[in-house]
Each structure stands twice: as C-alpha cells, then as structure tokens.
C-alpha cells in the first residue's frame, strides 16, 4: 500500500487545506483564497486519479469493488462534483464556497475512513467469479455518480438552512450567503443529476443480480436500503413538483436522502442479517 498509501495521505491533506481556504474564502471574501482552494481541490482530484488507475493496474481490474475502493470512488466524484458545480455557478459569488468547504471535509472523511480499514480489507485481490461482470462495473458506476451528487445537494441544502436562519438578521452571514431561494434552486439541480443515476443503481444492481443469483430481488439488506435511498428521492421531487411542500422541509428530505445513502453505504454492513447477506463480499468491517 506504500504508493497508493502515500496519494491517499497526500489527497486528505490537500481536501483539508483548500477546505480551509474555501472558509477563509467565505469568511474573509478573499478571492485569492477562494482561487487557491480550488487549485488545490482539483490537485486533490488528480491525485485520487492517479490512485483509482495505480489500483486498478495493480489489482488488474476496475477498481471499483472493494469497500476500500469504493470509499475512494465516491470521495473522488464528491469532490469532482462540487468543482464542477462552481464552475457553472459563477454568479452565486463566493458564498457558494462554503458548500465546497462541507463537500471536501466530507470527501476528506471518506478518505480517511477508508485509510482506516483493516489491511486485509486494502488488499489488491482476484475477483471472485460472482463479480467478474460488466453489470458490476455499471452497477457501482452510476452508484458513485448518483452518490456524489447527492452529497453535493446535501451540502447546498446545509447552506440552504445556514441562509434560511440568517435572512432578515444582521451580520457578516447573511451577507455573505446566497439567498435561500438560489440555494434551493441550486439542491434541486444537484437532485435532478443525482436521481436519474440513484435509479439506475437499482435496475442494474437487479439485472446483475439475475446474472449473478438467478433472480431480480430478494429483500437483501443492501438491495431494500438501496430502494428505501431511491424512494426518499422520489418523495422529494414529488412533494417539489407538486408543489405541496415549502423549500425548508424539501431540504430536509434531501438531508435525510443523504443519510439513507450512508446507512445503504456503510450502515448495513453492521447489521447482524448482514452475515447473511449476499453483498458480504463487500463488508468493510
């Protein structure tokens, strides 16, 4: 783990310092600060890069199967998500940082929780025959697209709160963030990209289950966390599309989409039906 060690070190430690500068950014309204996280998040991404493509050329497959791996995918496409997002949203100015900042300490935790896994759990292995399919690939795929944006909606939604408190008070806050209205706006893009990918999971985690079990479903653990995940965004765009629910409690459920999607992730795996699940190859404990 020596060289896929030291860029996964060197990838924390550059999420945590541009998070720092995406709050001096925010806090200070210095642009160069702002400019110098961003640099320093897309050296980040770059090195998570160059870790996925070390691990897939050691491992000699995909690099998305593991717990390890998997937890190295998903802080890369949340960090990629967020860059990304502030590109094409100049106009919200420098208060949209802050979300930046959420998203890389989130992304940052994920990386560290994945340094922390047993070693036996890091270890670059032959897959077994049950995951030799192309439909694992695309299954875990579209999971860590539909799961980073989904963290990056969950971070505007945090921000979206932070100026919901602040609007009609006085202070360097209310200043400084976006109005609620543009936060919400903002989540529900980040909802509109995530979803279609949170429904994919599902129907390609079903099609490979029919290649790999001989059925579609079977009430797994991780298969019923994965459909409760989708259900709740299904209950946040109908509440928004109809209409029938204010912003504060639609990011509420966003909130909750992204605490589904960690309990579907990581959660499961402690329950004790889990030994006996059939996604146990996946166990990260």
């Excluded at 995406?22 to 090195?47: N, T």
């Excluded at 000699?60 to 949203?89: C, D, K, N, T």
């Excluded at 036996?120 to 897959?127: G, N």
């Excluded at 209205?181 to 893009?189: E, M, P, Q, V």
Aim: glycine share 10%; charged share 10%.
């Amino acid at each position: 783990m020596g060289f896929e060690g030291s860029l996964l070190r060197v990838a924390v430690g550059l999420y945590l310092a541009a998070a720092a500068a995406y709050i001096v950014s925010f806090a200070g309204g210095s642009r160069p600060a702002g400019k110098a996280a961003a640099s320093l998040a897309w050296i980040g991404v770059a090195c998570q890069a160059a870790m996925l493509v070390a691990r897939g050329l050691k491992a000699g497959h995909v690099p998305l199967v593991s717990m390890y791996e998997y937890l190295i995918a998903f802080a890369w496409m949340v960090a990629l998500a967020y860059l990304l997002f502030e590109r094409s949203q100049k106009e919200m100015g420098q208060g949209i940082q802050a979300a930046g900042a959420l998203a890389l300490l989130f992304g940052a935790g994920l990386l560290w929780h994945a340094g922390s896994l047993p070693p036996h759990l890091k270890q670059a292995e032959p897959l077994m025959p049950v995951l030799r399919s192309y439909w694992l690939v695309l299954h875990v795929s579209v999971a860590v697209v539909g799961y980073g944006a989904a963290a990056l909606a969950s971070a505007l939604a945090c921000l979206y709160f932070a100026s919901y408190w602040a609007q009609g008070r006085s202070g360097w806050l209310a200043g400084r963030l976006p109005p609620p209205s543009a936060l919400d706006r903002a989540t529900y893009r980040a909802i509109r990209v995530a979803f279609p990918f949170l429904t994919l999971v599902n129907i390609t985690g079903a099609v490979w289950a029919y290649y790999a079990w001989g059925r579609y479903w079977g009430w797994d653990p991780k298969e019923t966390w994965s459909l409760i995940t989708w259900l709740v965004y299904v209950l946040y765009l109908h509440a928004r599309l109809r209409g029938e629910w204010r912003a504060p409690k639609l990011n509420a459920v966003v909130l909750v989409g992204l605490g589904t999607i960690m309990f579907t992730f990581l959660g499961v795996n402690q329950l004790a039906a889990f030994s006996q699940s059939l996604h146990s190859y996946g166990a990260g404990s």
